[in-house]
């Protein structure tokens, strides 16, 4: 069994930053992909960025610039910075994970979800 814990959610002005952090534990072999996923209020789910095993990432256009997500393999953990945070980015934000278990069985796992808003 794989648990995905986030943290780093919160209140920020306009123009303020946050970090998200999300640790995978349990039963895992290796992880394949890592991202984050924001849902507004009305809206569907969407993806923020992600990031693959070899470091390659992707970006949503809207947050380009202004976001970077990293990732510590060691602690099995990626990151999400959050930088020049508008209105627009208030959401719930999912981390989403593609893993490998120690079984060799490969599945998809969502953390929570952490609150960001942004508001002054």
């Known amino acids: 069994q794989v648990q995905l814990v986030e943290s780093g959610g919160g209140l920020v002005q306009p123009g303020g930053s946050l970090r998200l952090s999300c640790a995978a534990s349990?039963?895992?072999?290796?992880?394949?992909?890592m991202g984050w996923y924001r849902q507004a209020p009305g809206k569907q789910r969407e993806l923020v960025a992600v990031?693959?095993?070899?470091?390659?990432?992707n970006y949503a256009d809207s947050v380009k610039g202004r976001f970077t997500i990293s990732r510590d393999n060691a602690k099995n953990t990626v990151y999400l910075q959050m930088n020049s945070l508008k209105p627009e980015d208030t959401a719930v934000y999912y981390c989403?994970?593609?893993?490998?278990?120690?079984?060799?069985?490969?599945?998809?796992?969502w953390g929570q979800g952490t609150q960001v808003t942004v508001s002054s």
């Open positions: 990031i693959i095993s070899g470091g390659s990432t």
């Open positions: 349990g039963s895992i072999f290796s992880i394949n992909v």
């Open positions: 989403n994970t593609l893993i490998t278990a120690l079984s060799r069985r490969v599945g998809e796992y």
